[in-house]
């Protein structure tokens, strides 16, 4: 219960979190969602050293926890979490865990929160009930799709691999359905995780008394590189600032410098969501939740995987040198919802390219109404279609095959490659971060709007160029 003790200091002015928040710099709201994330690691180990011998206790303790941490952070407020997942336990019992019951926890979750977007969301980062609550709506949806899954599968129908291993033929009951929303590792932030994991976990399926050793090495592993993250957003923060960018002495600058600058803003501007995702990590592997198989390593040994709530892929994402690099490494679990709930289901349209359009419209209407999520998620649609279009087409050409095994070559397209990824990824970056136009127009005015320039023309302007110069230089044999 520290929250609820931390909030009642804060009620009679004796909390030291506004204090500390002034003296490193941090919002009190900042400040207080880092308390709650950190918190997460010592509730894993009091949960394995007190409770989990208990079952009928385990849903009770991270209902318990959960709230505390939610009252804590948003006050009475919170019940907004609450409402959701009273609605689609009561819509399941009514209409059953079909078609109609995803369809109606789809509207109904997203217009909660978009509703709540419009009732709270300011031009600054807000950190209000919303936060959680967007964290929430992707898991009450995919639940709702998981129970209506379930159901085709009783009946016989053909389902993929990965709807196999998230479906439910069984509706969970209401104490799991809650202790499910507030589990206390990931109940702010993320990363989200289906029921079926959820189930598995509190259903002892998983190898945590034999693999104790093994996940708390991993999840001690995964906490220190969450406070190494952390600690390098706030040296890179105060090197590299967006209030810099929107000030006329960064519209003086040479425009090379003002890119690579906003490149390098952007990469130590995404550290503060890596930082949160992996201390979350730590904390839902230091549980147990994130068992997620075994994995041979030489002829009959085998070793376990703790990676099931992995939300960030280190390497990939820091060698990244195309965008597709950073989809693929960057907030793993919410891109997976998006290609199993709504990308694949999409299907009907016939068309990919609409796929990942309405795709990209949701994760942006799921961010908020500003229109700098908008601009952010156009800028991921128009790059991924130019390099997707643009790979297959370098790698005919003969220069490509003639010098693509030459080291050096390797070594010079990497860093040309690396710092193409590095400013256009601060570039697409900077609406999602100020969110109003007046602020995104004026830092993109300043970098001479390049990324439209360098995207947006390529299917009428650069291909047929790019096409028509390989075809003159292309070997008569061809």
Known sequence: MLGLLLATLGWIGCSPVPYIASMIGATEPALKLLVSILMGYPLAIIYHKYVRMHKQYRNIYFIITGVDIAFYNFGASMYHNLIPAIVIYLSTKLLGPGKMNALVSFVFNMTYLLVGYVVTESEEYDITW?????VLTLKLIALSYDLWDGQLMIKG???????????LPEAPTFLELIGFLYFPACFLVGPIFSFRRYKDFISDKFPLNSEARAYERQGFYRLIQGIIYMIAFQIGGGVFSM??????????????????????????ALYKYVSCWLLTEASCIRFG???????????????????????IKLLQFECATKFQHYIDSFNCNT?????????????????????QFFTLLFLALWHGIRSGYYVTFFNEFIIIYMEKELEPIIKKTVIYQKWSSNIIVKWLVFIILKLYALIYMGWSLVP??????????TVYSSLYFS????????????????????KVNRPKSQ
């Open 451 to 470: 990324g439209f320039l360098l995207f947006l023309p390529w299917t009428v302007v650069y291909k047929p160029i790019i096409l028509s110069l390989i």
């Open 243 to 268: 209030k810099y960018m929107l000030s006329d002495e960064f519209s003086g600058l040479s425009v090379l410098y003002r890119h690579l600058y906003c490149g390098l803003w952007g990469h130590f």
């Open 289 to 311: 939740l994130s068992y997620n198989g075994s994995e041979m390593i030489v002829d009959g040994i085998s070793k376990s995987k703790w990676d099931g709530c992995n939300n």
């Open 432 to 441: 999602f971060d100020v969110k109003v136009y007046s602020k995104w127009f």
């Open 130 to 134: 919303t936060m959680p609550h967007c």
């Open 335 to 355: 891109n997976y919802f998006a290609a199993e709930y709504v990308y694949k289901r999409l299907k009907f349209l016939g068309n990919r390219h609409l796929s």
């Open 157 to 167: 129908e053909k389902l993929s691999d990965n709807n196999k291993k998230t479906a």
